[in-house]
């Protein structure tokens, strides 16, 4: 495996533009907690008249708001991000130099692959600690470090969950824009297809943390079992991909 | 052996034949690749580089396929593309820094400070590179780690008529060295007769002539110039 792809992939997608928003909303994010995480804010203090400040009632009524807001715009910026990465290489001609100078195309996947992980990583789990954080300081059920683990954890195979699919629709899509609205299109109709067939906490996708971390401490054997079987989907996802991109891809 | 070797290579997208049974070799050498728009001139040299796989028929490079034995090949070839695409956050010797690590080779200074380099753009971001400077930088890096095979797509495209005798100059001094396959796709014929030995006339997707360059202007033109004698093959008006 020649590191220089992986090196180069990851460079590629930190000059992307979007990246520089999705950057800038991670120091928005970080910048606007600082207030909250200066002062002192526990379960107990909210509850406490004396003690719930113009920072407790800022951090309360729209820190929180913003950050998760900016939480889920990262989610979707990374999630155009992995659908358009290869339509627009290929359609910009910078595919092309990629295929013929990469040792095969097995490496070439594996280094995009990895690039995207790391930079999922880099997008949502800055961001999710700001929001761990956070939670932690206020009315949040996690009372270790060792418990932020599992949610961590989960987040992982969110992250990949999502790069899998989407590097699957970037394989097989000829077009930037016919990508980004597949990508839109398929996560939409699955998010609704879950909430809807089982409303239940623990559902994949929807109540995977961090979006609902409370139902994932509720139910964890629930959420364990869902992130399997999004792991398994996800792996799937990535061997179509894969054997597609390696045996049948050209550019055109 | 020759470095490219085609055995009835036809290619269709959908009801579109882009080529049809073409039959080709390259030994070492220069040579031209004309025909009009459309005539199956680049879709002929993805297939060669691996980008496109035929729909019938077998291609060689070195001896292999160079979609599923990429690896045996990368690296004894340099491919410049019609309409370079480089990353423009990059300079452009970070570019051709990440080429040479790919191809495992050191980057020759050479090759950086050859005579197609004007100035010294290649430390700012490709970004800002004119057309030109960004297909001077397409020359550049096709010569990144001495490669045997070298195919040129339109190299003059977007250059000046300094840039172009340069151009000229940089293919004549590689084919003065020899030990390579040079194929130029180019509209351009004068500068093509300055450089190229044989020369392969495709339209619609067939190879309609291949000849030597001497051969050819023989066979094909009255006043003794390329331009005359593809004109004449083509069917169009005398030039």
Request: with cysteine.
């Amino acid at each position: 495996m020649n590191l220089e792809s992986i090196r180069w992939e990851l460079k590629k997608l930190l000059a992307f533009p979007i990246p520089e928003i999705v950057i800038a909303s991670m120091i928005f994010n970080g910048t606007i907690m600082l207030p909250s995480l200066m002062g002192s804010i526990s379960s107990e203090d909210i509850g406490s008249l004396e003690s719930y400040t113009i920072i407790h009632f800022f951090a309360e009524q729209i820190l929180y708001p913003v950050v998760s807001f900016a939480f889920v715009i990262q989610g979707i910026l990374m999630g155009v991000i992995t659908a358009i990465i290869l339509p627009y290489e290929r359609e910009s001609g910078m595919l092309d130099m990629e295929l013929v100078y990469s040792r095969n195309r097995t490496e070439l996947f594996a280094a995009k692959l990895i690039a995207l992980i790391l930079f999922g990583i880099i997008c949502l789990f800055t961001s999710t600690i700001v929001l761990l954080v956070y939670n932690l300081r206020g009315a949040w059920l996690v009372e270790t470090l060792f418990s932020l683990l599992i949610p961590c954890f989960s987040l992982l195979i969110q992250t990949i969950f999502i790069i899998s699919l989407n590097v699957l629709i970037s394989t097989v899509s000829d077009r930037t824009i016919i990508s980004i609205l597949s990508s839109a299109l398929i996560f939409y109709s699955l998010d609704n297809l879950i909430k809807h067939s089982n409303p239940q906490p623990g559902s994949f996708l929807y109540n995977i943390p961090p979006i609902s971390t409370s139902n994932f401490l509720l139910v964890p054997h629930e959420a364990v079992n869902n992130l399997i079987v999004a792991f398994i989907i996800s792996l799937g996802f990535l061997s179509i991909a894969f054997i597609y991109f390696t045996r049948f891809y050209e550019v055109k | 052996m020759s470095v490219v070797e085609a055995f009835n290579v036809s290619k269709r997208f959908g009801k579109i034949i882009a080529l049809e049974n073409v039959n080709l070799s390259f030994n070492n050498g220069v040579y031209g690749l004309v025909g009009p728009n459309g005539s199956g001139k680049t879709t002929f040299i993805r297939i060669m580089l691996g980008l496109q796989k035929p729909s019938s028929g077998r291609i060689l490079v070195f001896g292999k396929d160079p979609f599923y034995s990429h690896d045996e090949v990368f690296s004894k070839i340099g491919y410049l593309r019609e309409k370079c695409a480089f990353p423009k956050w990059v300079t452009g010797i970070d570019y051709l820094r990440h080429v040479a690590k790919l191809k495992q080779v050191d980057l020759d200074q050479n090759v950086i400070h050859h005579s197609v380099v004007k100035g010294d753009f290649l430390e700012r971001k490709i970004g800002t590179y004119s057309a030109g400077m960004v297909q001077r930088l397409g020359l550049l890096q096709a010569l990144i780690g001495d490669p045997s095979l070298i195919i040129l797509d339109e190299p003059s495209t977007n250059l000046d008529p300094l840039g172009r005798v340069e151009m000229v100059k940089l293919i004549q001094e590689i084919k003065r060295h020899g030990g390579k396959s040079i194929i130029v796709s180019t509209h351009i014929l004068e500068e093509l007769e300055q450089i190229c030995d044989f020369i392969i006339v495709m339209d619609k997707g067939k190879i309609i002539a291949q000849d030597t360059l001497g051969k050819f202007i023989k066979s094909f033109s009255l006043d003794g110039t390329l331009v005359n004698a593809y004109a004449r093959i083509m069917g169009g008006a005398q030039v």
